[in-house]
């Protein structure tokens, strides 16, 4: 009896310890954020990035585990400290700090769209909103307390639940399509679009730009394979799927972009996103196919959304996160059927209504939060303050101060 209360009391720690260690592995991906912002916004608007994805971080941790974690799963922390212990050595404290790393993506992936001109603390307040009530009510219909409704409408319609092993659609696709009417109510940035023309800006620092990315990338291997929530469930086969959708998103992303190394470092993140979803079910080839494809609709659809749509997504997170997270959930309903090398159990049906929810749920929770900031308070800096830039604007001080002494 008591070998065995002793074997339990290790299961509970190792698993404690594994998700602890892929939480913090999906805590350093918001430094990836950040530097990939840094890189490409201007260097007036450098120390806004960081100070914006941090601040959004330290917010998003108190919300999710009041409001936002309670809703998904209902389980509350308002309780003693030795009842959150309990007999797994706080397992379910640990799950809501992973859960967290994936709900404050969605305030850090809508900040590379409304970056360079969107006031400071509505934005703070609309990030609030999305990781402490708008993510996860979604997070609960498809991973969560309520998806036991969902998911017998997904069967009953397609022959099979709606399958996201890592968040393509429930964090990337909801993100990117959150960031949307952000970025079109904001409108673009001045001098961007003149007289119809388009005018690009170009990036500050690229070695910056790559050092995000490759955080990012690195990180990325606790997004997916922690996903597993316990070590018995822990999958080699995520692990590589991961790994090679991400080199097809590099190897796409060299032809189709012509060797520009802003797309080469974003191709690898996109085929990171439309893996997700089918990480666990796809076959290796099959998940660089995904990676190449998602690659290729990003660099595509990058031109697409800022030369023909004249959208000033500085970052571009609608077509990476939004348009690619919906890739990725229709992805695997495709590459993950067993005539294509995959484990099969997935509905191509239940993937695409899955995939176009999250599109819808998105749209119109942004449309709601943002338009009513945008009436009550405002949401775009007034021109003086977004032509000195964001960093002198609200934080007093530049990316490198002794250059604005000199």
């Known amino acids: 009896m008591e070998a065995m209360s002793t074997m339990t009391g290790l299961k509970s720690s190792a698993d404690v310890l594994f998700l602890m260690l892929g939480a913090a592995m999906v805590f350093a991906m918001h430094a990836g954020f950040a530097f990939l912002e840094v890189g490409t916004v201007r260097k007036k608007n450098q120390v806004n990035a960081l100070v914006k994805i941090l601040t959004d971080w330290a917010v998003s941790t108190v919300v999710y585990f009041v409001i936002g974690f309670p809703i998904a799963y209902g389980i509350s922390f308002l309780k003693p400290a030795e009842e959150l212990l309990g007999k797994t050595q706080g397992y379910d404290l640990v799950h809501y700090f992973f859960l967290l790393c994936f709900a404050a993506c969605i305030p850090a992936i809508i900040s590379g769209g409304i970056a360079e001109r969107a006031k400071f603390w509505p934005q703070v307040t609309a990030g609030a909103i999305f990781a402490g009530l708008t993510y996860p009510l979604f997070e609960s219909l498809i991973w969560g307390q309520n998806m036991s409704h969902v998911q017998s409408l997904f069967k009953s319609i397609g022959g099979a639940e709606f399958h996201d092993y890592a968040g393509s659609v429930v964090v990337h696709s909801i993100g990117g399509w959150i960031a949307l009417p952000a970025v079109l109510i904001l409108g673009p940035r001045m001098g961007r679009y003149v007289r119809g023309k388009s005018h690009p800006i170009l990036v500050s620092n690229i070695p910056f730009l790559a050092l995000g990315s490759w955080i990012l990338a690195v990180g990325w291997f606790g997004f997916n394979v922690m996903s597993a929530g316990n070590l018995e469930k ?8 991961s790994l090679m959708a991400m080199v097809g998103g590099i190897i796409a992303a060299l032809v189709a972009g012509r060797n520009d190394p802003g797309f080469i470092h974003n191709g690898a993140l996109a085929g990171l996103i439309a893996v997700c979803a089918g990480s666990d079910i796809m076959h290796p080839l099959g998940a660089l196919a995904v990676g190449a494809i998602a690659s290729i609709i990003f660099v595509y659809g990058f031109h697409f959304e800022q030369e023909k749509l004249k959208i000033d997504d500085v970052l571009g997170v609608w077509p990476l996160h939004g348009v690619i997270g919906t890739w990725g959930g229709i992805a695997a309903g495709i590459f993950g059927q067993k005539f294509l090398g995959g484990m099969g159990g997935v509905s191509f049906v239940s993937q695409l209504g899955g995939s176009a929810l ?36 609200i934080h007093n001080i530049g990316a490198y101060p002794e250059d604005s002494i000199r």
């Open 234 to 241: 822990i999958s080699g086969l995520v692990a590589v799927n």
């Open 358 to 393: 999250a599109v819808v749920f998105a749209l119109a929770s942004s449309f709601i939060v943002y338009g009513a900031l945008h009436k009550a308070v405002g949401i775009r800096l007034n021109q003086e303050d977004e032509y000195n830039g964001a960093d002198i604007a």
